[in-house]
């Protein structure tokens, strides 16, 4: 089974967010079932030396987009058992960002069309392309326009991680953007209202599509959540399913995490303590206080559920508790916990940044990991602070609802409340620490999530379920 991964961004050569562990960490899954899984990405100017030393030069050619001749070269390099290959272009990658450039649909159609066209260059003809999002959306829909045989004998399966970004244009960009024919945009395949919404073309181009937990694959029925695509969504459900996402749980394993002041497991939860009095030391707080650390590690955004954390700080603070929040976002959020921090009289530490260290050190030594999140396609910090210990109260919601059995259910590893409004957050709160103070129960929560499979081997083996009924199709 040759798969060829068409991503972004993946770990650990560039990250901006949880699409990359996706995509550094499912291939070696699958590599590991035995199955020939390449990763294209493009190669961008914030891909460090190091890795870039490690690159061998394959080959170069000249792609077609609309109307421009674009440079496209090829490199590669194997990291782990995977081997990886890189677009080169210097005119649309050698950027300060990854996203949020003026031109983003252009670049990202490149890196698209680049793909479909050295497909055959390669020596190695993959059985199923994986996409993945809105930057990879427009690769079934090369391929079906593709007159050559060569494409037929390939499938696409393309992956909704977040329908929040569909890659939606004005409908002026179809032709001399993108080169797509009218007729796709007036047959609706492509068309939104009076835009083009590339993810929209996927949906219906490709041979199936996946997201990425099975809860989140009936809620984009949903137009609440489907933001507008509910309707394709319907029409296309007949190759649709859910897949939650694993972890790298070697790299996510309190055991062996370097960052850590403290090494522990499941078997050894005296390390977690430790790792406590660390961050508080780190974080400026009194780390003899015992008092429970609440801890957020996320984008602090509006759909991760921080207009709840905003608006009833102060109650939550009333509980007797410390709050650490990680993570960048929205100004208005950054700040407000800025001030927050300020206010709160060593209460709250808000450490706006992205560091993984950092990260490593705050799911540690926290008790309790809060995600309100009011939509989820998946949730990776979940699954992470399980691993360490640390137990989730989350909105069950999307993938939240598929990795977190809410106490005081059989087995459950963690928190969870259904109405989305801060007096539901606020009232499980209280449960979750109510419950912290029977230090026996507690530590069997922390026990069950520490030993949970989290790993990708399940999701792998689903995955390879479809690319082989895909193969056999062919």
């Not at 004998?153 to 960009?173: A, P």
């Not at 695509?229 to 007949?238: A, C, G, P, T």
């Amino acid at each position: 089974m040759k798969v060829l991964f068409t991503v972004s961004e993946a770990s650990p050569f560039v990250k901006t967010g949880g699409l990359a562990d996706v995509a550094g960490s499912l291939p070696k899954a699958l590599c590991r079932e035995g199955a020939d899984v390449r990763v294209i990405l493009p190669l961008y100017s914030a891909i460090e030396e190091k890795w870039r030393l490690k690159m061998n030069f394959l080959f170069y050619t000249y792609v077609h987009l609309a109307w421009r001749r674009q440079y496209c070269g090829l490199f590669c390099l194997v990291h782990e058992g995977v081997t990886y290959y890189f677009i080169d272009n210097e005119y649309y990658f050698k950027r300060s960002g990854i996203y949020s450039e003026f031109d983003d649909g252009e670049r990202f159609a490149f890196f698209s069309k680049a793909v479909t066209e050295i497909l055959p260059l390669l020596g190695w003809d993959p059985d199923v392309v994986h996409c993945n999002d809105w930057q990879t959306a427009l690769i079934p829909v090369y391929m079906k326009l593709e007159a050559s045989d060569f494409y037929s004998g390939i499938k696409t399966v393309f992956t909704i991680h977040n329908i929040e970004y569909q890659g939606r244009f004005s409908k002026f960009t179809s032709d001399d953007v993108f080169g797509l024919p009218e007729w796709l945009f007036s047959q609706g395949i492509t068309r939104y209202g009076d835009d083009i919404v590339l993810m929209k073309g996927a949906i219906y181009q490709a041979d199936f599509i996946t997201t990425v937990s099975p809860s989140y694959a009936h809620e984009l029925c949903n137009e609440y959540f489907a933001c507008g695509l509910h309707e394709v969504i319907r029409d296309n459900s007949y190759k649709l399913t859910g897949i939650v996402n694993g972890i790298d749980t070697e790299y996510f394993n309190p055991l062996n995490d370097r960052s850590i002041a403290v090494n522990y497991g499941p078997e050894t939860l005296g390390g977690k303590s430790e790792c406590k009095k660390d961050l508080c030391r780190e974080l400026g707080f009194d780390e003899n206080d015992s008092t429970p650390i609440i801890v957020c590690v996320s984008r602090l955004v509006e759909h991760k559920g921080f207009g709840l954390v905003a608006e009833s700080l102060w109650d939550i603070l009333s509980k007797n508790v410390r709050l650490v929040v990680l993570g960048t976002g929205n100004i208005e959020y950054e700040n407000f916990f800025r001030n927050a921090e300020i206010n709160s009289k060593g209460r709250v530490s808000a450490n706006i940044m992205y560091s993984e260290t950092r990260a490593s050190k705050v799911y540690a030594g926290g008790d309790m990991l809060l995600m309100p999140s009011r939509s989820e396609p998946c949730g990776l910090a979940q699954m992470i602070a399980m691993r360490y210990g640390t137990v989730p109260i989350v909105h069950a919601v999307g993938g939240l609802q598929d990795t977190v059995r809410p106490h005081p259910s059989e087995n459950s590893n963690g928190f969870a409340f259904y109405n989305y409004s801060s007096y539901d957050m606020l009232k499980v709160i209280d449960y979750a620490l109510e419950i912290y103070k029977n230090k026996e129960e507690w530590q069997n929560l922390m026990h069950r999530g520490m030993t949970e499979d989290l790993s990708w081997n399940c999701s792998a083996n689903e995955y390879l379920k479809i690319y082989k009924s895909l193969k056999k199709q062919a």
